[in-house]
């Protein structure tokens, strides 16, 4: 589905709701998601590199999907509880970005992505960076590029990808193939991604083309 890009208005006038919420519960629980990413690469790194067991693997993956769960009510109760804050709507896509992309650098870094589907790692992180960019132009611009349904999916994919892959070899020991899986659903997620980055660019580009005449 393309993503229509529309020029917001002038008037510099505050949303209504956007003050006051910076401690309302679905901020609260974005904060917590932003927390979780380093205790998430932390239990990563003891796991391999210094050798902290397998166990760690499984509080690794249960930080994770907690974190993974705040993705959705945060933004559900948000429009529920007409608490939507500018904060939130910053903090939001980034959470989901510092969470994928570090995970995948852990994972890269213990081997449990390699070969050729660094690739898909490669494809994941090099859009998220071209589309933040695309974002951070068009916003100089006053022009809003909504997030598309395909992109929610996107996103929802790498989440379930990147949780399965954290298991690594805890995981295999119980259910051999799962990092099989794992690698599979993040090649589908990075395919996604490819598209739905697409998507933003070419909703974005005749903004860029108008910024140069």
């Known amino acids: 589905m ?85 904060i939130g709507r910053m903090l939001d896509p980034i959470a989901d970005k510092l969470l994928v992309s570090t995970c995948l650098l852990m994972l890269a870094s213990d081997g449990t992505i390699r070969g050729w589907s660094l690739w898909a790692a490669i494809v994941i992180l090099c859009r998220e960076i071209l589309v933040s960019g695309l974002r951070e132009f068009l916003a100089e611009l006053r022009v809003s590029v909504p997030v598309s349904r395909l992109a929610k999916w996107k996103t929802t994919l790498q989440l379930v990808a990147v949780g399965v892959l954290i298991t690594g070899p805890a995981g295999e020991s119980v259910l051999p193939g799962v990092n099989l899986v794992g690698l599979i659903l993040l090649w589908v997620s990075a395919v996604l991604t490819l598209y739905t980055g697409y998507d933003y660019f070419r909703a974005g580009a005749r903004h860029l083309v108008e910024d140069e005449r």
């Not at 529309?6 to 309302?24: I, V, Y």
């Open 2 to 86: 393309a993503e229509a890009a529309t020029r917001s208005p002038t008037s510099s006038a505050p949303e209504r709701g956007g003050r006051g919420h910076a401690l309302s519960l679905p901020n609260i629980l974005t904060y917590s998601r932003c927390v979780a990413v380093p205790l998430v690469a932390a239990c990563l790194f003891w796991s391999d590199i210094l050798e902290g067991g397998a166990v760690l693997r499984w509080v690794a993956l249960a930080l994770y999907i907690a974190a993974a769960i705040t993705d959705f009510f945060d933004g559900y109760l948000a429009r529920a509880w007409s608490q939507q804050s500018a």
